[in-house]
């Protein structure tokens, strides 16, 4: 029987130093889903990799054998050795992982109940699998109804008309340190998606001055330009430190660029003023060793959390009707999973009667030779449309009935009325997997 399952980490089962180690960079990626993807039980896959999650979508016909492949990836492809990781680790199947999905994609599984990266991220995620030709029949649907059911969400319920953002709290957490911000001095590190936010949050909160910095300098001077920032080139970020009371981080190195020689050095220049860390990176780009230098507050994504965020128990009002959505929306889509159960036996009386059909049209054309093409043309059309009229019903019915004893009863008692092959009955349904790709799924 065909599976979807799931197999990650995210905010809730782990650590931020635990997801950094199995997060993927955008160029990793596309090599690991060509990885994955050659797994014997992995027979689709898409990986969901954020600062919040690491998370696989697969399917598979043999759900166990899936999962240990998918855990074995994970740790073969970070070079991560033994079972201890494991138990940060969750895996569910079934209706419980496109539940899970449809929840990520609506945001109201995220840190941040309402916030509206997440959907876009899915759909990065989800357009690098279709394009490695990682995703077919079901994921190319179960990807599309989230990204439905997120929308429908955002549209139907206020989740999201009063979200806050992860750059939103850092900027609250900053307050907290220095209260007013307007003489402060800030540095971002990286010209993501994320860091523009958390700089635009710092502008709207009056900061006096706004360092930019990227390895790829030509990006720190487009963003300063649009911010009206200082672009500065990634080797002088050091010597600016000392100048800087708010340092963010949000690149995709792989390692810390941030150490503590650099920050004792600062302190050292700023007479030991108080400097305020957030790196909203993962994996993380400073040393967590760094926090326990006097008159420096670091402090990670999982920190946020920490913050109280006023605008929760409004958003908690929008849950239930969100959950309502969702269910709706899965619902739908768990019966058109079932539906496929029934398939096999669908094309073979699909077969069969096109094979009445095709004898019957010889036939007949025998007879007419010599009509015009014109009555060739009715014969033919005549036929099809005989033979899609009597298949409608019969398919309809099979559609209806696709689990438990009356599923089983009618796929018998339809081989026995239209004389099927017998051992139809017992293929997988990834032996007709391509002519699935076609089928009107109505």
């Known amino acids: 029987m065909i599976e979807i399952i799931l197999v990650g980490i995210s ?3 782990a650590p931020v130093q635990v997801r950094e180690r199995f997060s993927f960079s955008d160029t990793e990626l596309r090599e690991a889903l060509r990885t994955l993807r050659l797994r014997e039980n992995v027979l689709e896959c898409c990986i969901v990799s954020t ?20 855990k074995s990836f994970l740790l ?8 201890s990781l494991y138990p940060y680790i969750n895996t569910c199947a079934g209706s419980e992982a496109v539940r899970h999905l449809f929840r990520v994609a609506a945001s109201i599984d995220s840190m941040v109940i309402g916030e509206t990266q997440i959907l876009n991220q899915l759909k990065n995620s989800y357009g690098v699998a279709r394009s490695e030709d990682t995703v077919g029949l079901i994921l190319n649907r179960l990807f599309n109804r989230a990204f439905f059911a997120g929308k429908k969400v955002r549209t139907e319920t206020g989740i ?9 709290l850092g900027v609250e957490l900053a307050k907290r340190i220095f209260e007013n911000l307007a003489n402060r001095t800030a540095m971002l590190v990286g010209t993501g998606e994320m860091g523009e936010l958390f700089a635009k949050h710092l502008i709207s909160n009056n900061i006096r001055e706004l360092y ?3 390895r790829n300098f030509r990006n720190a001077e487009k963003l300063s330009q649009h911010l009206k920032g200082k672009p500065i080139r990634f080797e002088e970020m050091f010597y600016h430190l000392k100048d800087i009371d708010i340092l963010v981080t949000a690149t995709v190195s792989p390692d810390y660029i941030i150490r503590s020689e650099h920050i004792k050095q600062s302190l050292k220049l700023r007479k030991n003023d108080p400097i305020f860390m957030i790196d909203i990176a993962v994996p993380r780009d400073i040393d967590p060793k760094i926090n326990k230098i006097p008159e420096v507050y670091l402090y990670d994504i999982d920190d946020l959390r920490i913050v109280q965020d006023s605008n929760l128990n409004f958003r908690k009002e929008n849950l239930k009707k969100a959950e309502e959505i969702i269910l709706n929306v899965d619902k739908g889509f768990i019966e058109w999973m079932e539906s496929l159960k029934v398939f096999p036996l669908i094309v073979d009386i699909k077969q069969k009667f096109e094979k009445i059909k095709k004898t019957e049209i010889d036939k007949a054309l025998r007879k007419l030779e010599g009509g015009t093409a014109a009555q060739k043309e009715i014969v033919e059309s005549l036929a099809s449309s005989i033979i899609g009229k009597i298949f409608h019903d019969p398919v309809t019915n ?5 689990s438990g004893y009356e599923a089983a009863l009618y796929s018998e008692v339809t081989r026995k009325l239209f004389e099927l092959d017998p051992a139809g009955a017992s293929r997988g349904a990834m032996d007709i997997y391509d002519e699935a790709e076609n089928w009107d799924q109505g």
């Open 398 to 402: 099979l559609k209806k009935r696709t």
């Open 11 to 13: 905010y809730k089962t």
């Open 76 to 83: 073969d492809f970070h070079n991560l050795s033994g079972k």
């Open 51 to 70: 600062c919040n999650r690491v998370e696989v979508y697969a399917v598979t016909e043999s759900f166990r054998k899936c999962e240990e492949e998918i």
């Open 160 to 168: 999201s008309s009063q979200a806050v953002s992860i750059s939103y």
């Open 212 to 214: 930019i910095t990227s």
